[in-house]
């Protein structure tokens, strides 16, 4: 069923969840968690007139972090720079669920969302965010993850890559399901209609209880993860449906978009969001 898009409000609520969720409202705690880190690798003690007026002291720091988080990078393109936001998918991949999941609301698309991937939470966070600004209850958020990493490369376009994205090289990127739900808590978004999907891609989503979907998300970055992800639940996107792909510059993640479009015939095109992300509508067949 087709419903009206929420209100000046619910626009409102949604505009400070994702600039909470990017963590453009503690930059300044950013700041300072950088500035203590620093002083402590220096054996210095702090100066409390800086951690107080720590914008003023580091202006560049403070520019070059927001920029990163609206962009959706990290800072430097360092891994270990990843910050304390709840996201790291920037202003306009946000912005792009948003319209996606408005138009599937509007149009009256059925079925739930999904994200394959998730890292701390955020942008699963934000559907739900967007299905309670709508008022919508009959939809759910499914939040699949290893929720333990990424896997070590095993195929041959990840192995080409020359990087490991695994627990044991870049334990930034490997969140665990606690924190993942404590996400969801601190937004007072955790309810029955958020479900959890524990374990590799390969394992929980091909017998996953997921009956349709109007929203498949992957931000997997490997070709293995984005391949088990859209051969699994491709089926069960309906057609009008949006799959978005959060890793395009990966050359893996890319490769396997394009084989899987090739040997689906699916000839819907791809549209660029960003730097990275891309997205399709399912067209009817």
Same mark, same amino acid.
């Given at each position: 069923?087709?419903?009206?898009? /929420?209100? /000046?409000?619910?626009?409102?609520?949604?505009?400070?969840?994702?600039?909470?969720?990017?963590?453009?409202?503690?930059? @300044?705690?950013?700041?300072?968690?950088?500035?203590?880190?620093?002083?402590?690798?220096?054996?210095?003690?702090?100066?409390?007139?800086?951690?107080?007026?720590?914008?003023?002291?580091?202006?560049?720091?403070?520019?070059?972090?927001?920029?990163?988080?609206?962009?959706?990078?990290?800072?430097?393109?360092?891994?270990?720079?990843?910050?304390?936001?709840?996201?790291?998918?920037?202003?306009?991949?946000?912005?792009?669920?948003?319209?996606?999941?408005?138009?599937?609301?509007?149009?009256?698309?059925?079925?739930?969302?999904?994200?394959?991937?998730?890292?701390?939470?955020?942008?699963?966070?934000?559907?739900?965010?967007?299905?309670?600004?709508?008022?919508?209850?009959?939809?759910?958020?499914?939040?699949?993850?290893?929720?333990?990493?990424?896997? /070590? /490369?095993?195929?041959?376009?990840?192995?080409?890559?020359?990087?490991?994205?695994?627990?044991?090289?870049?334990?930034?990127?490997?969140?665990?399901?606690?924190?993942?739900?404590?996400?969801?808590?601190?937004?007072?978004?955790?309810?029955?209609?958020?479900?959890?999907?524990?374990?590799?891609?390969?394992?929980?989503?091909?017998?996953?209880?997921?009956?349709?979907?109007?929203?498949?998300?992957?931000?997997?970055?490997?070709?293995?993860?984005?391949?088990?992800?859209?051969?699994?639940?491709?089926?069960?996107?309906?057609?009008?449906?949006?799959?978005?792909?959060?890793?395009?510059?990966?050359?893996?993640?890319?490769?396997?978009?394009? @084989?899987?479009?090739?040997?689906?015939?699916?000839?819907?095109?791809?549209?660029?969001?960003?730097?990275?992300?891309?997205?399709?509508?399912?067209?009817?067949?």
């Amino acid at each position: 069923m087709a419903i009206s898009p /929420p209100g /000046p409000p619910g626009l409102r609520y949604l505009e400070l969840l994702k600039r909470s969720l990017l963590g453009q409202l503690y930059i @300044d705690n950013e700041l300072r968690i950088r500035y203590l880190k620093r002083c402590i690798d220096a054996g210095e003690r702090y100066d409390p007139i800086v951690l107080r007026d720590i914008q003023r002291h580091f202006p560049d720091d403070s520019f070059a972090i927001g920029y990163a988080v609206e962009l959706g990078a990290p800072l430097d393109w360092n891994l270990d720079n990843l910050g304390f936001q709840h996201t790291m998918i920037g202003r306009k991949r946000l912005d792009n669920i948003q319209e996606c999941v408005g138009r599937i609301l509007e149009e009256g698309v059925p079925g739930d969302l999904i994200e394959c991937g998730v890292w701390r939470g955020g942008s699963a966070v934000f559907m739900r965010g967007l299905l309670e600004a709508w008022g919508v209850l009959d939809r759910l958020v499914w939040v699949a993850d290893s929720f333990q990493g990424l896997p /070590p /490369p095993t195929t041959a376009p990840d192995l080409a890559m020359g990087q490991d994205f695994s627990a044991d090289q870049c334990p930034a990127l490997a969140v665990d399901l606690d924190t993942v739900i404590g996400t969801f808590g601190a937004y007072d978004l955790l309810d029955d209609r958020v479900k959890f999907l524990k374990g590799w891609f390969k394992d929980t989503l091909p017998g996953s209880p997921i009956e349709r979907l109007a929203l498949l998300r992957l931000d997997g970055d490997l070709y293995e993860s984005t391949r088990d992800a859209l051969e699994a639940l491709y089926d069960k996107l309906v057609p009008g449906g949006y799959v978005i792909v959060d890793d395009f510059c990966l050359e893996p993640c890319q490769k396997a978009v394009h @084989d899987f479009r090739a040997a689906r015939a699916i000839e819907a095109p791809v549209v660029t969001i960003d730097w990275t992300g891309v997205y399709w509508r399912k067209e009817h067949p």
